[in-house]
């Protein structure tokens, strides 16, 4: 018998021990924001009325965010477990209204000031407009130490595009969801702060609240703690498992054998004539009106009457179950704060039936909810994250505002485009350029030194800056990425260039056209490199593979240097340099490079077009080159007209506007279509040159003057380089010299200004003359005297 006893008391310990231990990893908190105001007082009566009926583990929270001003004056601070969080809704530095990023303030304020935050070990977050159907449980939803759970919120397109790009170094982690998230504490801990900080990080960032970068339809940046919750997620490496059947909007259908355990009430949803909408009871003081309840749907029976499709009828059982537990909630508050009974009615007897509560008593999780669902979401998240080669593209540009304008379009467009990886400018500049140089911020930058002087021949190429530049960036940079995307200034982005898209491959780059290039099939390839029949005609756009281009690179800068010194192959039917100068050297170069190392191109013309050209039907071109001049209708751009006009420094400048794409010709399919992408290419060209201001923080007052101003020197600049242009092709195609134009404009004004000073001197001689001829004649006799003042007076007034 002792022996017994004394097993018994064994097992004991160690069922309780083994009890004990596995009841501190399950503790869990729920919390949720509010703010002192009525809007969020009667979502909480719902809130908290449905976490006792779902059962959910644990204690909840309210987060109650209210200035010292509010709280003096609010009447529900007996709703719920509350702490007390000090007001972010009016930003204490930038002044800023945005009363949303009261929840990750709140959150941090809990895990600074609460007690309840050391003494968990799984936290649920949820929205005050929700209703719990059942238990939200961590662990059974798959929840792990560095993997959180959370409903799917698609509209939140900025993790795909440039928004991701600028606010987390890891934009490949960037999950959208939001809504329902469940998270181990560390998690939370780490998470938390990042929250905050990307939610500031996101509002403030005005210039891409566009709904196309955001997906808010508002355009208002609403959803900018959304974004900080993805973005602060991804900086810390805390990934998602997104569940999509977890969360309903009321009004949407489940997914057939699905149960959702909560509902998101935040859209309006209607059954039959009956709807709700949440902004219609922005100020209603229900919670403390006694006996008044939200208007009361349709009853089970009539929705069974009115609608015979089963899935719709689950829409409207959902509907009118979320309104109907938060008229319960309400009706039991009213009924704890000592209002009177209120009538009977047949609502009130529904409310209170057995019929009602069968309807709503928990739901637990289904096996379909847990894996199925899980999986699907899971593979799209692994399909996004399947290992794709790193990408980062460069391009070349000089010490000029010419290439500074061209910069701020085609970064603009980059980072529109949703291009992966990074971008780099290979800035080429001389020591006395960079001295007086004001672009250093329009991109990331490298700073080259210039071989547009060579160093050697003295010969003037600034061309030969793009490979110099190539081979002192691969030296000189730490590049982190299988695939580099080498592209030119003037260019505008429509979309990404990506190697796995194209089929770029380590041995095989691929290139966009350049069938002008006709040097690859004559004498020049036979004595430029031994290999002519791998002579590829291509450039514009190049994607190569990091180690193909570090073999390539050299060869590219001394080949074109060797194509450049060949004068005597100059002419255009060697070449076909419409300008017989060597312009197009640095082409040629690239050309034979590769075929030196038969290196050949997979070539593809859907990936550039140039904006005047016609184009193929149904093919989506990702970027414009417009290195042409391009016209509709009595509207044209020609870049090299605005080659010495500052763009960039001189505020609210911009190109003509094109026209309106309503007003093009509709007759011509294949016109319409080319105007069109003329028109976009413009107008991509003035959106980027508009941002770019408002970044400047330009002073809209002065926008007027400003035009008028820039309309005088456009005028002037056109007329000038018009009148140059011609002589200069001659000798240096495409490059209208700075240095060239600034002593004529300098010598002109010099020389208008010693007009004028000797005009000046010639005036005070003369009035000095004319005063000493008057003085003389006043001394003569009596007898003329008179005759005197009168000739006086008259020579006084002629000479002032």
């Not at 408002?694 to 101003?709: H, V, Y």
């Amino acid at each position: 018998m002792g022996k017994f006893l004394i097993l018994i008391v064994i097992l004991g310990v160690t069922v309780f021990g083994l009890g004990h231990e596995q009841k501190a990893p399950w503790r869990i908190h729920t919390l949720f924001s509010v703010e002192c105001r009525n809007y969020f007082d009667w979502q909480t009566v719902g809130f908290m009325h449905s976490f006792k009926k779902a059962r959910q583990p644990g204690p909840v929270t309210r987060l109650l965010s209210c200035t010292e001003k509010e709280k003096k004056r609010y009447k529900g601070m007996d709703l719920a477990p509350t702490l007390e969080v000090p007001s972010m809704s009016r930003h204490p530095k930038t002044g800023d209204w945005y009363p949303a990023i009261n929840k990750p303030a709140g959150v941090v304020h809990w895990l600074k000031h609460s007690k309840d935050a050391e003494n968990v070990d799984w936290v649920v977050i949820l929205d005050a407009d929700m209703i719990i159907r059942g238990p939200i449980i961590p662990w059974e939803l798959g929840a792990e130490k560095g993997t959180a759970v959370a409903a799917y919120y698609g509209y939140l397109i900025g993790c795909d595009n440039i928004l991701a790009k600028l606010h987390t170094k890891h934009p490949e982690f960037c999950d959208k969801v939001g809504g329902l998230l469940a998270m181990h504490i560390d998690d939370l801990r780490a998470l938390a702060p990042m929250w905050l900080a990307k939610t500031e990080e996101v509002r403030e960032d005005r210039a891409h609240w566009a709904t196309n970068i955001t997906g808010d339809i508002y355009a208002q940046g609403w959803i900018s703690e959304m974004y900080g919750y993805s973005f602060g997620a991804a900086e810390v490496g805390l990934r998602h498992k997104i569940n999509d059947d977890l969360m309903i909007y009321p009004g949407y259908i489940p997914r057939v054998g699905v149960e959702p355990i909560l509902l998101h009430y935040g859209l309006p949803f209607k059954v039959g004539n009956w709807s709700f909408s949440k902004l219609e009871h922005h100020e209603d003081e229900i919670v403390y009106d006694c006996g008044r309840l939200f208007p009361e749907p349709p009853y089970p029976r009539e929705i069974k009457m009115m609608e015979s499709d089963p899935n719709k009828r689950r829409e409207f059982f959902l509907s009118i179950e979320c309104i109907n537990t938060l008229n319960e909630g309400l009706l039991l508050h009213h009924a704890a704060g000592g209002c009177a009974k209120p009538k009977w009615s047949k609502y009130l007897s529904f409310l209170k039936s057995q019929t009602f509560a069968e309807l709503t008593r928990p739901k637990f999780l289904t096996p379909s909810m847990q894996t199925e669902e899980s999986t699907v979401k899971q593979n799209v998240v692994d399909e996004f994250q399947q290992p794709r080669p790193k990408i980062h593209t460069v391009f070349s540009t000089e010490c000029t505002t010419y290439f500074d304008w061209q910069t701020v379009g085609l970064v603009h467009s980059f980072h529109l485009s949703g291009q992966p990886g990074n971008l780099t400018r290979l800035l080429s500049c001389t020591d006395e350029d960079l001295k007086q140089y004001k672009g250093h911020d329009l991109a990331p930058t490298h700073y080259v030194p210039s071989m547009s002087r060579h160093p050697l021949t003295g010969d003037w190429y600034p061309a030969i800056n793009k490979p110099a530049a190539v081979l002192h960036w691969l030296n000189h940079a730490t590049i982190d990425a299988e695939f580099i995307v080498i592209l030119d200034a003037d260019m505008i982005m429509r979309g990404p260039i990506t190697p796995w898209e194209f089929r770029a491959a380590r041995g095989q780059p691929v290139s966009t056209p350049y069938d002008y290039l006709i040097g690859c099939e004559n004498e020049l390839a036979k004595l430029h490199t031994r290999h002519p029949g791998a002579c590829d005609k291509v450039g514009g756009v190049i994607i190569m593979h990091i180690d193909d281009l570090r073999r390539f690179a050299l060869l590219w800068l001394h080949k074109t240097e060797e194509v450049r010194a060949d004068k005597a192959h100059y002419s255009r039917n060697f070449t076909g340099d419409i300008y017989n100068s060597g312009w197009i050297s640095e082409m040629y170069g690239y050309s034979f490079g590769a075929a030196e190392l038969n290196l050949r191109h997979s070539i593809n013309n859907k990936i550039m077009i140039y904006p005047g050209y016609v184009p193929e039907p149904g093919v989506n071109y990702r970027l414009f080159h417009y290195g042409l001049e391009f016209t509709v209708g009595n509207w044209s751009f020609d870049k090299a007209k605005w080659r010495n006009i500052d763009m960039v420094n001189r505020c609210w400048a911009a190109f003509p506007d094109p026209p309106d794409p309503s007003t093009v010709d509709q007759s011509d399919k294949n016109a319409r279509e080319r105007d069109l992408l003329s028109i976009e290419c413009g107008k991509a060209l003035n959106d980027a040159l508009l941002l770019h201001h408002k970044r400047r923080n330009c002073p809209s007052s002065d926008s007027l003057s400003m035009q008028s101003s820039a309309e005088k020197e456009v005028i002037y600049s056109r007329k000038f380089v018009d009148e140059n242009y011609a002589v200069k092709m001659n000798t240096e195609p495409g490059n209208v010299s700075q240095e060239l134009v600034k002593p004529s404009i300098t010598g002109q004004k010099v020389g208008h200004l010693k007009l004028w000073v000797v005009a000046l001197w010639a005036f005070f001689i003369l009035g000095f003359l004319v005063v000493m001829l008057v003085l003389i004649s006043g001394n003569r006799g009596l007898r003329r005297r008179n005759k005197g003042q009168k000739s006086r007076r008259r020579s006084s007034y002629s000479g002032i």
